[in-house]
C-alpha cells in the first residue's frame, strides 16, 4: 500500500505546486487521480518516483511511504533508481519511449535491473500480449503509432515487474478503440496483482476502472470517494464527464455556483 501524506512540492525552490495532498492506493486497487491540466498530478506522480529532482523541484513537507511484504519503505529520501527496485513502475506522461531504439531495446531498458536472459524471457511475454511488437521488435520505435508506443511504454514499465504501477495518461491522444484496448490492459494488469495509481484527463475511462477516485485541483485535493459515488457526483458529471450543463471552470467554482444558486432559491 502506497500512503502519501500532507505532501508539500515546489519548483526551483519558489513555485509552491503540491499544497497538502493525502491519498492512499491500498494494495490491489486502482485508484484514479483527476483534475485539470496544471493541477499537479504529474508533479504528484514525479514525488513518488523520486523524479523531482531532475525537474527542479523538491518535497518541502509530509511524506510518501510505501508498505510491502519487505517492510516499510520512506520513499520521498530515497533516489529513483532505488525506488524501481521496490516495486514501483512509472508510465511517464507523453509517453516517453526511447524513439531511436528498437522497439526490443526499448521493452529490454525496462528490465535492465533483471539479468539478460531473465529480461528476454520477460519480454516474451509482452510479445504474446502484443504481437505487434513482435513483428516490430527490430524497427525504431518512434515509427510505431500512438497506441503501439503506449502499449510498449506501458510493456516496458511491467518489464521490472512492478507491485504498483504509477501511470500518467495513458489515454493521451489515443483514438477511442485504442483507448478501450489501453482500458483492458489496465483491467489486465491490476487482475495480475498490480494496483494502479491512474492519472487521466479521461474521467469516464478512469473512474469505471478505479474503485476510488480523488480530484485534484490547484494543488489541493477537492474530493474524494469511492468511483461510483463520484460518477454520481452531480457537479462531478457536470465538469468532468461533461454530462452537464457545462461551461464553467472548475469544480471548485461549480461548488460555489451551487452554494449561491440555493442561497437565491
Ligand atoms: N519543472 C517545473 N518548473 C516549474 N513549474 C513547473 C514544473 N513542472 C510543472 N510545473 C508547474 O506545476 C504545475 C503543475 O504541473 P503538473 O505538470 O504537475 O500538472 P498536471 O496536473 O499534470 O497537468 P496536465 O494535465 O496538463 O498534465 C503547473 O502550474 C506547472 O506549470
Ligand atoms: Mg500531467
Known amino acids: 500500500m502506497l500512503e502519501v501524506s500532507n505532501l508539500e512540492v515546489v ?6 505546486v503540491l499544497k497538502g495532498v493525502s491519498l492512499r492506493v491500498p494494495d490491489g486497487s486502482v485508484v484514479a487521480l483527476l483534475g485539470p491540466n496544471g493541477a499537479g498530478k504529474t508533479t504528484l506522480l514525479r514525488a513518488i518516483t523520486g ?3 531532475i525537474h527542479d523541484g523538491a518535497v518541502t513537507k509530509g511524506s510518501t511511504v510505501l508498505e510491502n511484504e519487505k517492510g516499510t519503505h520512506i520513499l520521498h529520501e530515497r533516489r529513483p533508481e532505488h525506488i524501481v527496485p521496490l516495486g514501483i513502475g512509472h508510465v511517464m506522461e507523453g509517453r516517453r519511449i526511447f524513439p531511436e531504439l528498437t522497439v526490443e531495446e526499448n521493452l529490454l531498458a525496462g528490465g535492465y ?3 539478460g536472459h531473465k529480461a528476454r524471457t520477460e519480454a516474451e511475454r509482452y510479445y504474446e500480449r502484443f504481437p505487434i511488437l513482435r513483428e516490430r521488435r527490430r524497427q525504431q520505435a518512434g515509427y510505431l503509432s500512438g497506441g503501439e508506443q503506449q502499449m510498449l511504454a506501458i510493456a516496458r514499465a511491467l518489464m521490472a515487474r512492478p507491485r504498483l504501477l504509477l501511470m500518467d495518461e495513458p489515454s493521451l491522444g489515443l483514438a477511442p478503440q485504442v483507448v478501450e484496448d489501453v482500458k483492458t490492459l489496465i483491467r489486465e494488469i491490476n487482475e495480475d496483482g498490480v494496483s494502479v495509481l491512474l492519472v487521466e484527463q479521461n474521467a469516464t475511462m478512469a473512474l469505471e476502472l478505479a474503485d476510488y477516485g480523488y ?3 490547484n494543488g489541493r485535493i477537492v474530493l474524494d470517494g469511492p468511483s461510483e459515488e463520484l460518477r ?3 457537479d462531478i458529471r457536470e465538469f468532468y464527464l461533461g454530462l452537464g450543463e457545462g461551461g464553467r471552470r472548475s469544480y471548485r467554482d461549480v461548488k460555489h455556483y451551487r452554494r449561491r444558486k440555493r442561497w437565491l432559491s
Not at 519548483?11 to 509552491?16: A, D, G, N, P, R
Open 51 to 53: 523524479l523531482l529532482d
Open 232 to 234: 454520481e457526483d452531480t
Open 215 to 217: 480530484i485534484l485541483e
Open 113 to 115: 535491473a533483471l539479468a
Open 11 to 16: 519548483y526551483h525552490s519558489v513555485v509552491l
